[in-house]
């Protein structure tokens, strides 16, 4: 249901980007974009390519003509590259991967019933990269102390997370979009950098 909200979410602002904001979508169109209205309108009609993790990482041996700076085998962090290659290459349009290997994913994500894998996904959209991150979080208290424990977690600082869990709750899941990457794709813009509310330099803070 996660995976379905944020797809219906993204597919959304899409659609009222080209309801709303015509004269906004012209400017793009003579300075920035020539192909933005075709992207958007993409999103909006196209059917999310849904592939588990494992699936991903096959694909991506697959591509023999093309290296990657990290090694695509089971169990290493999707890299933008990665994500990249699968939405602009491959499928060429929006792609949902989930299932993730719970060693790439924080320890209070939702553990699936193979012990290896957890309830995440990543919304992956081409030239974009992934404009929504989400998961199921972990509501049972016993594979949640577990997986602290693996980790080599203080018990102590998360005793106040483990009380959300001891007394009962209920399956939960969310997820986040990213603001910038959500401009860079209604907006054609080539680097996030150029979007971004504030300006930032490597190495210092301002007040």
Sequence with gaps: QAMAC???????????????????MKFVLRRLDQSILVRLQSVVSS?????????????????????????????????????????????????????YPKEVKPFYVRQNDDGKTVAAFDVIVPKVGAVIRGSQNEERIRPLTTRIKELGLSNEQLEWYLDLRRYGTVKHAGFSLGF?????????????????PFPRSFGKAYD
């Design 180 to 196: 910038d990457l959500m401009v860079l794709l209604a907006t054609g813009v080539a680097d996030v950098r150029d979007v971004i």
């Design 47 to 99: 059917e999310f390519e849904k592939i588990p993790y494992c699936k991903a990482i096959d694909v991506l041996k697959q591509a023999k003509e093309t290296k990657f700076d990290i090694q695509t085998e089971w169990g290493i962090p999707l890299t933008e590259e990665h994500e990249s290659y699968l939405a602009n290459e491959i499928y060429k349009k929006p792609v949902i991967i989930y299932d």
């Design 6 to 24: 944020a797809t219906d979410l993204l597919k959304h602002l899409c659609k009222w980007v080209l309801e709303h904001c015509t004269e906004d």
